[in-house]
C-alpha cells in the first residue's frame, strides 16, 4: 500500500508572508503516520483518567472468522454495558476500547474503564453466557504513568483492524482531550491550498525567491511577518503574526483576535 507522506504540501500565502507545511497521510498503517497515531490515542484515553482495565478474550475457531469475532465481540460488550448500568441507578461508566489481534489470529479487546467496581466473576458469567468465552481480567489502575505503560504494552504488541471495522472506539461520554486542530486566522487568507510538491522543494524555492524562511514550533515553516518565538517587533501594528503553541495567533490593537480549536 503506497503513502503519500511528504509527498505533497499544505500552504497558505498572502502580501504579508506565508506558511507551509508537510502533508501526512495519518494512515495507521504507515510508518511514519502509525507511531504519531499510538502516541495520539495513548494521550487521548489516559486524560480520561480511567479506574481500571478490563481484557476481554475470544475463544480460537468462535464463528469460525476473526472479522465476525470481531464484530460480535463489540455487540456482547455494549450489552454487557447495559447490564451493568441497570444493576443500580448509580453505576454510570464510560470506556475506551482498543482492539487487538492476538497470538491466535483471534481479537482481544482491551478496555479502559471510568466508574464503578465491575466484578469480575459477574463479568465472566456474562460472557460466557454471550460469548461462550468466560476468560477475563480486570486490573486497578493506580496512576497516569500507569495507564500510559498498559497502553504501550499491548498497542505495541498490534492495534489490529478487523476487515473495516475501527481499531478503537469510545463511548459518548468518555471525558478524552479533543483533536488538535489547525486553523489559518488572517483578512488577506481565506484558506489553505494543497501544493504537489515535497517540503524541501517548497523551502527550495523560497530560499531562490530570496524569503527570508524561519522554522516554526509547530513544524513547518514560515516567511515573511511571521515569529517562531517571543512577541513581534511592533505588537500593536496589524497583521503581524505570533506562532504559540504551534497554532498562528494574530496580533491587532485590540489583542490576540484569532487562534487554535
Not at 450489552?79 to 443500580?88: E, Q, Y
Not at 463479568?123 to 495507564?147: A, F, I, N
Request: aromatic letters at 14%; proline letters at 6%; one cysteine or more.
Amino acid at each position: 500500500m503506497p503513502f503519500d507522506c511528504g509527498s505533497y504540501t499544505i500552504e497558505a500565502e498572502d502580501n504579508l508572508g506565508g506558511v507551509g507545511w508537510s502533508g501526512n497521510c495519518k494512515c495507521w498503517p504507515c510508518p511514519t503516520c502509525g507511531p504519531q497515531n499510538e502516541r495520539r490515542l495513548k494521550r487521548w484515553i489516559a486524560a480520561g483518567r480511567p479506574d481500571r482495565f478490563i481484557t476481554l478474550s475470544c475463544v480460537e475457531g468462535y464463528l469460525g472468522c476473526p472479522i465476525l469475532a470481531r464484530e460480535r465481540m463489540a455487540e456482547v460488550w455494549n450489552l454487557v454495558v447495559r447490564r451493568f448500568r441497570r444493576l443500580k441507578p448509580t453505576n454510570k461508566c464510560e470506556y475506551a476500547v482498543i482492539c487487538e489481534k492476538h497470538l491466535n489470529g483471534w481479537p482481544h479487546l482491551h478496555i479502559a474503564w471510568k466508574g464503578p467496581w465491575i466484578d469480575q466473576g459477574w463479568l465472566s458469567k456474562q460472557m460466557d453466557e454471550l460469548l461462550q468465552s468466560p476468560v477475563v481480567w480486570v486490573q486497578r489502575v493506580y496512576s497516569y504513568r500507569g495507564t500510559i505503560h498498559y497502553l504501550t504494552k499491548y498497542m505495541t504488541s498490534g492495534l489490529h483492524q478487523f476487515g473495516s471495522k475501527n481499531r478503537y472506539w469510545f463511548s459518548q461520554g468518555y471525558p478524552r482531550r479533543k483533536k488538535e486542530r489547525q486553523r489559518l486566522h488572517r483578512f488577506a487568507i481565506t484558506k489553505t491550498n494543497r501544493r504537489n510538491r515535497s517540503f524541501a522543494e517548497m523551502l527550495a524555492e523560497w530560499e531562490r525567491l530570496g524569503r527570508n524562511v524561519q522554522y516554526l514550533q509547530g513544524g513547518g515553516a514560515a516567511w515573511g511577518h511571521w515569529w517562531a518565538t517571543g512577541p513581534p517587533p511592533k505588537p500593536a501594528e496589524r497583521g503581524y503574526w505570533h506562532f504559540r503553541s504551534g497554532i498562528p495567533h494574530l496580533r491587532t490593537k485590540r489583542g490576540w483576535l484569532m487562534g487554535g480549536a
